[in-house]
């Protein structure tokens, strides 16, 4: 089992529409936790942080469930600019490692 | 402006013949990394440096070398390349403030360099 799951997609969605990505991950000594957005052919660049109370920025909301062992990812009011791959990426305090998942690909249709 | 940059973008060689592919940080950052993106397997790191002179394994390192003589630069060096290292890879750096927290800060990632080995 991979350390850190993601559904990969293609999630299709229309502009406008609220769209949802969640990301589980294995180990519970698990620390942290990050969405980075990867466009493609291009570089990864960090989106969010994720925080245990959950966080917002903007139009995006991160949320942490340690006892279920996943987090996920909310976009609102999609725009076609958010079309992208969305990394989960967990940091493991144990091994002190960043932990990539493979990513959720989101395509925002006019 | 603050960037990492990797040379060359895109390679193509054959089997056995050795490749370095640099990276430069200008943001004066400790740690630097080299990860690989294959699909279905996301980002694996493969060597990464705390500091000058510092260097340490990561989780995929067979086939793969690298050096730190200067803080700016991180070249990864292939030295008998093989076709299971054709991948897409990645270059990243951040700063190590943040004590034992170090990796909650922002990785800046190079644009890539995409490699084929015949």
């Known amino acids: 089992r991979k350390e850190v799951e993601q559904d990969p997609g293609p999630f299709n969605v229309p502009e406008g529409a609220t769209v949802a990505f969640n990301c589980t991950y294995s180990?519970?000594?698990?620390?942290?936790f990050f969405w980075y957005r990867q466009d493609c052919r291009k570089e990864p660049k960090l989106l969010m942080s994720?925080?245990?109370s959950g966080n917002e920025d903007g139009r995006f909301t991160a949320q942490l469930n340690r006892a279920s062992q996943y987090i996920s990812l909310l976009i609102r009011d999609s725009k076609l600019s958010d079309s992208a791959t969305y990394l989960c990426v967990a940091r493991s305090y144990n091994t002190d490692k960043l932990i990539f998942g493979t990513g959720t690909r989101l395509q925002v249709f006019p | 402006e603050a960037q990492v940059t990797q040379n060359p973008r895109y390679l193509i060689t054959v089997t056995g013949k050795k490749l370095t592919v640099t990276c430069s940080q200008n943001?004066?950052?400790?740690?630097m990394s080299w990860y690989r993106q294959d699909p279905g397997l996301g980002l694996r790191q493969i060597y990464y440096s705390m500091n000058v002179e510092v260097t340490d394994k990561g989780d995929v390192p067979e086939g793969y070398k690298v050096s730190r003589k200067e803080k700016r630069n991180f070249p990864l060096i292939l030295e008998s390349p093989s076709p299971n290292q054709t991948s897409l890879y990645f270059c990243?750096?951040?700063?190590?403030?943040?004590?034992?927290?170090?990796?909650?800060?922002?990785?800046?990632f190079g644009p890539g360099t995409r490699l084929t080995v015949l």
């Open positions: 994720v925080y245990s």
């Open positions: 943001m004066n950052h400790e740690y």
């Open positions: 180990n519970s000594a698990s620390q942290s």
């Open positions: 990243a750096s951040s700063t190590l403030a943040g004590g034992r927290d170090f990796l909650d800060n922002e990785q800046f």
